[in-house]
């Protein structure tokens, strides 16, 4: 072992009844060190993370993990080193000891916070929590503490935030919660999965930034789970590549990005998405597929105190937007959470009633269901999380085959079949690939899998327009760029014109003809996307191209 190793792994092995699912793995982590666990779902990197604390049910696991900051409190150590913290093999503990090294000596932020923290206790509680089971502080002193964290991590207003429920905290701000959490006791190594993957790209940025202050001034290292490549070569001092269960690669990030040695690792580094899209105008003489004039689109809130009884109050969610689609053209609309792109969507969509003028194919938006069958047919959507939209209910068959039964009642199953068929080949899917494709369930399938068979269901109706809500975002790199791929071809096959949500300007670059860039409900910028990121004029909007460059 390394004489500044605070954490050495050797021959790390864990697999479920029977099944090896990390093959003898070997790394280090020193004192004070940046170490970017790097690879695709499936690739064993959070199961490594998570084996060192014993925090994966059902697993095997063998070999050593060696770490040298224990506080010499445990019932079994091993040695004691220079600075009086034991040495311990953490897959030797026994559970009591592993319960006293979590969250004091290692601690760890998990990907999603609103799954992670508990919904019936306010963030202030769970914090004040870990301080008293953890460091016998009383309630009034873990409280004041929870509060100084809280404003260490930047929440505003700290002391009233406390008292929130994590489900009235933004995104960015529960993570913050949660990172506060994570460093109450000040430990010695922050294991991070996946810490900025549900944020923005300025909330990553600010939440790098905020890893990277506190992990200098606590001195600690950060084991960082991550398929982000940008993030790694922002945050990261070194790198490890895994795949299947085996690290690839490892070495400096500077070293590694500049030159990768291994096949999986330039594969990585090339899966930046590529733009591959037709750049010509649509004809002048063609309608717009879509036109919005001085749009708006609110929700009533309640008033507090007596006038609330008689009146509702109003949140505009977005303010006067104006934009055209043209056919065969994708429009991108970039923002960080609560700007109003969701919002946006929902209204193109006909799920959220809006002010303004609205068009789609020259036709709006009736309040008669009826009425808008026509217009249900000529714009569907695809939702950013694939499993939490298809029904794990239904098969592939009835999945994608739904949209024929309502909006061509009179076909037969027999004449569906095929067309079925057809739709999930032109996206990839071909029985002879998958056998029993239409018997099978969407839980049987990946993530890019299945947002390919969420796509096929949209293009089953033939619609002139596709809504794409965050359609990678939930994805892997590799994937993320099958995808786009898939999408940038059906465009020019099909002459699809896309309303494209999402906060990657990467994504934008790849896809985009024309932009919106949006804060706060408002259009700040618009423009094509030449004009719009090459040329940034609103200090938004440069800040957004700054922080993916």
């Avoid at 009533?300 to 949140?315: D, L, N, Q, Y």
């Avoid at 020259?362 to 714009?379: C, F, L, Q």
Wanted: proline fraction near 4%.
């Amino acid at each position: 072992m390394s004489a500044l190793s605070l954490l050495d792994v050797k021959g790390l092995r864990v697999s479920f009844a029977g099944k090896e699912v990390v093959r003898g793995i070997d790394f280090s982590v020193a004192a004070g060190e940046k170490l970017a666990l790097v690879g695709e779902s499936g690739s064993g990197k959070t199961v490594t993370a998570l084996s060192l604390l014993g925090l994966v049910q059902g697993a095997q696991t063998s070999g050593q993990a060696v770490f040298r900051g224990v506080q010499d409190r445990l019932n079994s150590v091993s040695s004691v080193n220079l600075q009086g913290d034991a040495q311990a093999d953490l897959l030797s503990l026994s559970e009591r000891d592993l319960r006293a090294v979590r969250g004091r000596d290692i601690a760890m932020i998990f990907q999603e916070p609103m799954t992670a923290l508990n919904p019936l206790f306010s963030v202030g509680n769970q914090i004040a929590e870990v301080l008293q089971l953890k460091e016998g502080l009383s309630p009034a002193e873990a409280h004041q503490a929870a509060v100084t964290l809280l404003a260490d991590t930047g929440i505003s207003e700290a002391e009233r935030r406390s008292h929130s429920f994590p489900h009235q905290l933004s995104g960015g701000q529960r993570q913050r919660a949660m990172i506060a959490m994570a460093l109450a006791c000040q430990p010695r190594l922050l294991l991070a999965d996946e810490p900025t993957t549900a944020l923005d790209v300025s909330l990553r940025a600010q939440i790098l930034d905020l890893l990277s202050a506190l992990q200098k001034k606590k001195g600690m290292a950060v084991l960082l789970i991550t398929h982000d490549l940008n993030l790694v070569r922002r945050f990261a001092d070194r790198i490890a590549v895994m795949e299947n269960g085996l690290i690839v690669e490892q070495g400096p990030v500077a070293k590694v990005f500049a030159k990768p040695q291994h096949p999986y690792t330039r594969k990585l580094m090339d899966s930046r998405p590529v733009r591959d899209v037709t750049e010509a105008f649509s004809s002048v003489a063609s309608a717009p597929v879509m036109q919005s004039r001085n749009l708006r689109v609110s929700y009533p809130v309640p008033i507090a105190g007596f006038r609330g009884w008689f009146k509702k109050g109003e949140f505009v969610a977005v303010k006067s937007a104006s934009f055209t689609l043209e056919k065969g053209r994708t429009l991108g609309v970039i923002g960080e959470s609560g700007s109003g792109k969701s919002t946006l969507a929902l209204a193109v969509l006909g799920l959220h009633p809006s002010q303004g003028e609205l068009q789609l194919a020259g036709k709006t938006w009736s309040r008669d269901a009826t009425n808008n069958k026509a217009m249900r047919r000529a714009v569907q959507v695809v939702f950013q999380d694939p499993f939490s939209s298809l029904s794990p209910r239904m098969s592939i068959e009835e999945i994608v085959g739904e949209g024929l039964r309502v909006h061509q009642s009179q076909l037969s199953v027999e004449q569906r079949y095929p067309r079925v068929v057809k739709a999930l080949a032109d996206v990839g899917m071909a029985e002879t690939q998958f056998p029993r494709l239409l018997q099978r369930y969407p839980h049987e399938f990946s993530g890019g899998q299945r947002q390919r068979i969420a796509i096929a269901r949209a293009l089953m109706v033939e619609p002139d327009m596709l809504v794409l809500d965050e359609p990678t975002s939930a994805l892997d790199v590799t994937v993320q760029k099958q995808v786009l791929e898939l999408l940038q071809r059906l465009q020019r096959e099909r002459g699809l014109s896309y309303l494209l949500i999402t906060h990657d300007v990467d994504v934008i670059r790849a896809m985009a003809h024309d932009v919106l860039v949006m804060q706060s409900g408002e259009v700040l910028e618009s423009g094509t996307v030449d004009q719009v990121l090459l040329s940034p004029q609103h200090p938004y909007t440069r800040l957004l191209v700054r922080q993916t460059s």
